[in-house]
């Protein structure tokens, strides 16, 4: 199936038609020359590079002109521009709407993948639609980011949730093999058997659970090959206890704080905490330092999601649940702070709408936007957060997230410098996912 025929402009030359992108095309070999990398790992722009793509993959990477293109090589001159990896969103739910909302999601997808996302990280909702969804987007021509997804186990109480019956598709919420209640007495193999086999690379964690089924979960996901990504406290396990039951990824920065508080509630219905809960636990104080080196100790990738909370700022008097929605939006902004101060790895999720309604660009730009200036990132920082940490919480840092010889070749082309000025990463020129050009229309 052919696709469509690519426009690219190289900005200081004739526009160059770029033709064929067809799954065969992902076979050529590409030179992007002159590009000035950033390569996702924290190191400093390097300017004149060119990067040989093969088969979908980076082969090598080399100074322009340092070396002669082997003749078959398709030259893309990319002078004055930026190439960035491939950028990750850690947190999406592309498949949770009751009200069938999610038709959208291909096209939703679309959007995103011309934006700049190559890949996300979904943290549960219909496995039915997920698997559909991350099927189609293995294919080499795929115009939909690579979909990872979530199966979601919670203690019982929790599947009384109206999102939950929509996904069962006429089975019992709870007792399906993507939404599992777990209880004292669940035989563990065959709950992550079954997890495993609706395509799930990992367990999710959601709500209603004490600290030794969580370790149980965790124990037996990991030995069947499974990731395990946590809510940041599920009640009664806090952050703390997942942490320490070796879960791969914990979930926003807002309920941190419960690791710091003694007999935490039973259920994550009661998760707003007490008037006074935010000033009696400093960001960067000792509990928190705790929590962070136990963190760093079991390379748990945290996932801040700060893009929840602007929304919480702009809440006049009470909301949410909350008290001070405000004072609790500082806080999270603040121990995100102190994470990345401690050295904890931190990856880039969003947890809303995937692109904007009004820009249709991916809502990760503003995450990593928030991360520079609410958490005190650098932009080079910010950037290794929604690519290389973002990998690292897929768990596929081997293949994704930064670019380098033998990783996907999935990168964003960008007409300004985004260590200078983060919010550039919405220039996008182009997008490489796999080696196929992808590139919004006119
Ligand atoms: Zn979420």
Known sequence: MLRTIVAVATVGLAPKLLVAQAASDTLAHIAFTN???IDGTGAAPVAKQTIIVNRGVIEEMFETGSRKLAVDVREIDVAGKFVIPGLIDSHVHVATDPAGGDANAP?????????????????????IVLRDLAMQSKRADSDSPRLFYASLMAGPSFFTDPRTKASAHGGTPGDIPWMKAITPSTDMKLAVRAAKSTGATAIKIYADLPADLVQKITTEAHRQGMKVWSHSTVFPATALDEVEAGVDVISHAIYLYWAAIPNPPMHYADRVPPRSAYDSVPPDGAAMQDLFAKMKAQNTVFDATLSILPRFEAATGASFGLVDPKRAAQWAYDVTRAAKIAGVTICAGTDGRLVGVRDSMPALHGEMELLVTRAGFTPLEAITAATLNSAM???????????????????????????????NTRRVAFVVRGGVIHRRGR
């Open 35 to 37: 590009a000035t990398v």
């Open 393 to 423: 919480a897929l768990g596929s840092a081997s293949t994704l997230g930064s670019i380098a010889p033998g990783k996907m070749a999935d990168l964003v082309v960008l007409d300004a410098d985004p260590s200078a000025d983060i919010r």
């Open 107 to 127: 096209a939703m997808l679309r959007l995103a993948l011309l934006g700049g996302l190559t890949s996300v990280r979904d943290m549960a909702g219909d496995a």
